[in-house]
Nanobody, 119 residues
Framework: QVQLVESGGGLVQAGGSLRLSCAASGNMFSIRDMEWYRQAPGKQRELVAT???????NYADSVKGRFTISSDNAKNTVYLQMNSLKPDDTGVYYC?????????????WGQGTQVTVSS
């Protein structure tokens, strides 16, 4: 099994910054992608940012230029630096790790961390 531990959420004023972390441990074979999703109240979970094992990144249009995803492969940890936060960024943020094993792919979710941006 794979365990993910998230940290870094909290309450911040609009325009502020937060940094989320997600550390993966356990029976991992080869991490393919590490991702951050978020879910606002009453809305569907949405993909915020992705980083591949090769370091390629992709972002939702709503966070481009404000959020930065990075990873420390030696620590199996993914980060999300969030700057210029807006009230619309409020939600529960989840990390997701996609692991490639021989013949199949597995996906694991963190427990979620609350981010609240006040206006």
């Amino acid at each position: 099994q794979v365990q993910l531990v998230e940290s870094g959420g909290g309450l911040v004023q609009a325009g502020g910054s937060l940094r989320l972390s997600c550390a993966a441990s356990g029976n991992m074979f080869s991490i393919r992608d590490m991702e951050w999703y978020r879910q606002a109240p009453g809305k569907q979970r949405e993909l915020v940012a992705t980083i591949t094992s090769g370091g390629s990144t992709n972002y939702a249009d709503s966070v481009k230029g404000r959020f930065t995803i990075s990873s420390d492969n030696a620590k199996n940890t993914v980060y999300l630096q969030m700057n210029s936060l807006k009230p619309d960024d409020t939600g529960v943020y989840y990390c997701n790790v996609v692991i490639a094993r021989p013949g199949y792919i597995s996906s694991y979710w963190g427990q979620g961390t609350q981010v609240t941006v006040s206006s």
